[in-house]
C-alpha cells in the first residue's frame, strides 16, 4: 500500500505561482511512476505531469512552459511548480502514485487550486 499526501493549494491571481507537494509513505520501495493529474467542475480529470523513477518527465501541452515536475526520492516526495497560472487552471489537483510491477494506481486526496482572473 502507498499513502500519498498532497499540500500547497490555495488562491493565487492570474500570473502568480503555487507549488505543491506530495508526499509519499508506505510501500514506497515499489513506486515507479509519479505524476499530478487535475479535475475542473464538471470535467473529467485530466493528465497534468508525469515523472518516472528516473526522472524523465512527461506534461500535458497545456502547461508546457509553465508547470514543472520535480522528484526528490529521498524525501518521497513529488512536486509541481505552477507559474504563470491562468483561470483555466483552476481545478482539483491529485498526487498519482503507480507502484509495482503491474503499476497498481494510488491517489491522494487532491487539493484545490484556484486562480482569479
Known amino acids: 500500500q502507498v499513502q500519498l499526501v498532497e499540500s500547497g493549494g490555495g488562491l493565487v491571481q492570474a500570473g502568480g505561482s503555487l507549488r505543491l507537494s506530495c508526499a509519499a509513505s508506505?510501500?514506497?520501495?515499489?513506486?515507479?511512476?509519479m505524476g499530478w493529474y487535475r479535475q475542473a467542475p464538471g470535467k473529467q480529470r485530466e493528465l497534468v505531469a508525469t515523472i518516472s523513477s528516473g526522472g524523465s518527465t512527461n506534461l500535458a501541452d497545456s502547461v508546457k512552459g509553465r508547470f514543472t515536475i520535480s522528484r526528490d526520492n529521498a524525501k518521497n516526495t513529488v512536486y509541481l511548480q505552477m507559474n504563470s497560472l491562468k483561470p483555466e487552471d483552476t481545478a482539483v489537483y491529485y498526487c498519482?502514485?503507480?507502484?509495482?510491477?503491474?503499476?497498481?494506481?494510488?491517489w491522494g486526496q487532491g487539493t484545490q487550486v484556484t486562480v482569479a482572473s
Open positions: 508506505g510501500s514506497i520501495f515499489r513506486i515507479n511512476d
Open positions: 498519482n502514485a503507480r507502484s509495482g510491477a503491474n503499476l497498481r494506481p494510488y
